[in-house]
């Protein structure tokens, strides 16, 4: 027996949509501007506070994953001015990606539909420069480095052959072009999103001495100029 007058439930209030997730070119074109930005001192992060963690909550919706360097120097959020729930991070000296790492970009682009990947590595960097040394004869192959120092070795040896001005950077970008390129047939979801358009894999260099992250063959004109304390590993 129906109640009279008992007045209708207002209804349900719809969740707001999520943001509509960007296309690889356009997550590009974020971290590009991102840095710009935090190179002119225009921070966004000094605004975030735990209560942006309240909307991501149900999850998470990552428009890059970044494969950098341990380095305490070369901190991605801070690189490219986004806080929390923007970058997907993988973190080890000299950003190389063993099974773990792979697995962990797999899981970033199958799962959580992430639409670019930055393999990033950065000017003086400490791993290239031991890699550098074991190739020239000033230091034995420290077993307990091995896994750090031997995938590095091959771009150490190929911007030797290259004759670069500068060796040293050219081993950091072809150590970062190299692991970029491998990620691209590592695993069959990586290589179906690519061929499908919804993911980009790219190289890019941080400089130490300005913070500008320069995304190789993509961006046009030389290499900042290198100053000295570039040269002085860590």
Do not use: W
Request: proline residues 9%.
């Amino acid at each position: 027996m129906g109640t009279a007058g008992a007045e209708t439930p207002p209804p349900p209030v719809a969740a707001p949509a999520p943001p509509a997730r960007p296309t690889p070119a356009e997550a590009l074109k974020i971290l590009r501007d991102g840095n710009t930005a935090f190179r002119r001192g225009e921070s966004n992060l000094g605004h975030v506070s735990a209560t942006d963690l309240d909307s991501l909550q149900g999850g998470q919706q990552p428009i890059a994953t970044v494969v950098g360097c341990a380095d305490s120097r070369t901190p991605p959020t801070i690189l490219f001015n986004q806080g929390f729930g923007r970058l997907f991070i993988i973190r080890v000296a000299g950003n190389t990606v063993d099974r773990r790492g792979l697995a962990s970009i797999v899981y970033a682009v199958k799962h959580l539909h992430c639409p670019l990947v930055v393999v990033m590595g950065h000017t003086g960097c400490g791993a290239v420069a031991a890699a550098e040394a074991v190739v020239d004869g000033k230091a034995p192959l420290d077993p307990s480095l091995e896994e750090m120092i031997l995938p590095i070795i091959p771009a150490v040896l190929e911007a030797r052959r290259t004759g670069a001005a500068d060796p040293a950077v050219r081993a950091v970008e072809e150590n970062a072009r190299r692991v970029a390129y491998k990620l691209t047939t590592a695993d069959a979801s990586l290589a179906k999103a690519i061929a499908d358009g919804a993911l980009k894999v790219v190289a890019a260099v941080k400089y130490m001495h300005s913070g500008q992250v320069k995304f190789l063959d993509l961006d046009d004109g030389p290499a900042p100029a290198p100053e000295a304390r570039e040269r002085v590993h860590a």
